[in-house]
């Protein structure tokens, strides 16, 4: 774990959570629900590999498939993007993600202490999805996802700090989007170096599991 100064204690009223990469991994079940999407489908060729999808991770559900099949016409593209859809919160309702250690504690102490909430650049549903096989969803409260409107992961953080009217948030992610669009929301990043991206700077912190949040906050 690395900060900038000892401690961050006591900074923030609230912590705002990316989910993939940051609360959970679930990549190996995605890659198996596309996998049997593109079964369906007799014009996407190269299968979906747990590689491929680690690879995308973290951007905009609609970008996602620009970048895994850009040699689809649009309107192909967008039948297999719903067809995944489906089949992922199929597959994760049923076999959920991998909880990164040390969730569990580490959200029953946060919570004790600041308002917890998840913006994710994930499809609507998927959320709700983490939350249905999270020990401790309750400890949430409140949500926003590139699903819902559309919108960039910054303008959704923006609106769960203006509707929960937040004063000192900070935002917790593992990509260089994640710090970028805490950055452009004004609102200060901790980066989950256990994660899925790498970054150059630009975090308050850095932390190599969940746990070292009881530390550092």
Same mark, same amino acid.
């Given at each position: 774990m690395q900060t900038e100064g000892n401690t961050l204690k006591h900074k923030f009223d609230s912590v705002i959570f990316d989910l993939d990469g940051t609360l959970w991994d679930s990549t190996g079940n995605v890659a198996l629900a596309w996998e049997e999407a593109r079964k369906q489908v007799d014009y996407v060729e190269e299968?979906?590999? @747990?590689?491929?999808?680690?690879?995308?991770?973290?951007?905009?559900?609609?970008?996602?498939?620009? @970048?895994?099949l850009p040699e689809l016409e649009t309107g192909k593209r967008d039948h297999f993007k719903a067809i995944c859809a489906q089949s992922e919160i199929d597959m994760l309702d049923s076999k959920g993600?991998?909880? &990164? =250690?040390?969730?569990?504690?580490?959200?029953? &102490?946060?919570?004790?202490? &600041?308002?917890?909430?998840?913006?994710?650049?994930?499809? +609507?549903? &998927?959320?709700?999805?983490?939350?249905?096989h999270c020990p401790v969803a309750e400890y949430f409260s409140g949500h926003q996802c590139y699903g819902t409107k559309g919108q960039p992961k910054a303008e959704n953080i923006k609106d769960i700090v203006n509707d929960h009217q937040l004063k000192t948030p900070v935002y917790i992610g593992d990509t260089k989007g994640d710090?970028? +669009?805490?950055?452009?929301?004004? @609102? =200060?990043?901790?980066?989950?170096?256990?994660?899925?991206?790498?970054?150059?700077?630009?975090?308050?912190?850095?932390?190599?599991?969940?746990?070292?949040l009881m530390e550092l906050l």
């Open positions: 299968a979906i590999t @747990v590689e491929r999808v680690r690879s995308i991770t973290g951007m905009a559900y609609d970008v996602i498939f620009e @970048v895994l993600g991998d909880l &990164y =250690p040390g969730l569990a504690e580490t959200i029953k &102490y946060l919570a004790a202490k &600041y308002k917890l909430y998840i913006v994710s650049n994930c499809q +609507s549903g &998927y959320i709700e999805t983490f939350l249905n710090r970028d +669009s805490a950055a452009k929301a004004g @609102v =200060p990043f901790i980066f989950a170096g256990y994660g899925f991206g790498t970054i150059d700077g630009g975090a308050i912190a850095t932390i190599s599991g969940l746990s070292n």
